[in-house]
């Protein structure tokens, strides 16, 4: 058993490490994070990413209660509905609910943020801990219970505790686990931001615009509309009718100045690898704009006409990866947490969700030890064994809304499982206690009701 005192290094900044090191930091505990980005506003983000009752959790007991707040200040407006529409926007399922229109407690509904303004919140109040510019190489372990971490500039830190936070291409994890690999799920993805302007706006339905809707089209086709609008202007001055005590936060709020995030209307799409006539993953800008026009030449000219006035700088393809299951492995002072350790497809939306319930429960355990209540190993111990149990759940359950095996690829097959999602859909759509029954499974899928770890 170590007897040094706890020092955890964190490899890695995102929304799992970054929250992991508000909690410690909170908790009094020793913590340095170390991110590769050389900047706090290097990198591509990302776009919207919702963060349900489990990250909301995680965030709620990791952060102080003035930046917890202005998290949630931060937040874009709620969608009001979860939409299902054909490639000809025609609508097939509406649904509304307290988990969608904004129930008044925020730890029971979901929340829209911006990746970058999300990343802006975590980073608030750990500027003395965050070292920019630092690019992992490897670790050493040494008898004395302690671990250092090696980067490319030929510096290094010791702690007792190193946790790869380090994303789906963790260098941790390929030293640590080298068995754990990510497969591909055989989908390619592509997506964009439309700036919000008039003429944009004129092309969805008012629910399109209000919600957050899914196309559901032939030959397993699919594709996700958010639109996405912050209570800050262009020039980031505050919007008219915003309340007074969410304007003196945002106005407090030193994140603003490196957030260059402003409304937007975003799209996705995916499709199964053998329906691309050409690799988008060796394109770029106009190029996986152009793809994209050329694989749905028959929906809707509206939806068409959106993507023709995507901002190019922002498209970007992604090949969907996720993680296999692996044998429990023996404890260490080495953990893991978010992507780099259960990589998943963004099918349910849970991967930001899951990294922000890891960060909740390792800083429990590891306060745990802090104060003295357990060693530091079994405290870890507990993490992994419900963090594999729950991560693994989730993997599981995000393959299976993006896996090209599924029938709904299939050549001949495919078109009678969409036929029949849709009937489903528009039926649920039009039988009240039908749709009651499917948005309480919407709520439970996304964490409502879950017992705390």
Not at 123 to 152: I, M, P
Not at 163 to 179: E, F, I, M, T
Not at 292 to 316: C, G, V, Y
Not at 400 to 418: C, D, E, F, T, W
Request: glycine share 10%.
């Amino acid at each position: 058993m170590s007897t040094l005192p706890l020092h955890v290094l964190i490899i890695g900044a995102g929304t799992g490490g970054l929250c992991l090191a508000q909690g410690l930091k909170q908790a009094n505990i020793s913590v340095a994070v170390y991110e590769r980005d050389r900047t706090r506003m290097s990198g591509i983000q990302g776009y919207r990413v919702g963060i349900d009752p489990d990250g909301i959790r995680g965030l709620k007991a990791n952060l102080p209660p003035d930046l917890f707040d202005t998290f949630i200040t931060t937040c874009a407006r709620p969608p009001k509905y979860f939409n299902m529409y054909s490639e000809r926007l025609t609508e097939l399922g509406s649904l509304g609910g307290s988990l969608i229109t904004g129930d008044p407690d925020p730890l029971k509904r979901d929340h829209t943020v911006s990746r970058m303004t999300m990343r802006q919140v975590l980073l608030t109040g750990l500027e003395d801990v965050v070292h920019f510019d630092k690019v992992f190489t490897h670790y050493e372990q040494h008898a004395d219970g302690s671990v250092t971490a090696f980067f490319a500039d030929g510096s290094s830190a010791t702690g007792t505790v190193l946790v790869a936070a380090d994303g789906a291409n963790s260098r941790v994890r390929k030293q640590y686990l080298p068995h754990a690999q990510l497969v591909d799920t055989g989908i390619l993805s592509f997506g964009a931001k439309v700036p919000m302007t008039p003429e944009a706006r004129q092309l969805l339905p008012q629910k399109v615009l209000d919600g957050l809707s899914i196309i559901m089209a032939p030959k397993g086709f699919g594709a996700i509309i958010h639109v996405v609008e912050f209570k800050w202007q262009h020039d980031g001055s505050i919007k008219a009718g915003i309340g007074v005590n969410d304007a003196d936060l945002l106005a407090k709020w030193p994140g603003m100045l490196y957030d260059n995030e402003r409304d937007y209307i975003g799209w996705g799409f995916w499709a199964a690898r053998q329906h691309f006539p050409r690799d988008p993953m060796a394109l770029h800008g106009e190029e996986v704009i152009t793809l994209m026009l050329e694989m749905i030449p028959n929906w809707h000219p509206n939806f068409r006409k959106l993507i023709q006035l995507s901002d190019p700088t922002t498209a970007t393809a992604i090949n969907v990866r996720t993680s296999e299951p692996i044998e429990a492995w023996t404890t260490s002072n080495i953990t893991l947490l978010g992507d780099a350790i259960h990589t998943m497809t963004p099918g349910r939306g849970a991967g930001a969700n899951t990294a922000l319930r890891d960060a909740r429960l390792l800083c429990k355990q590891l306060t745990a030890v802090h104060d003295g209540h357990i060693d530091l190993l079994p405290a870890i111990h507990g993490y992994e064994e419900k963090m594999q149990k729950y991560g693994a759940e989730a993997v599981k359950e995000s393959l299976a809304q993006m896996n090209s095996n599924a029938l709904i690829h299939k050549p001949v097959i495919g078109r009678a499982v969409v036929a029949g999602q849709r009937t489903m859909m528009r039926a649920v759509n039009h039988i009240p206690p039908l749709k009651k029954q499917f948005e309480i499974a919407l709520s439970k899928s996304r964490g409502l009701d879950r017992v705390e770890d």
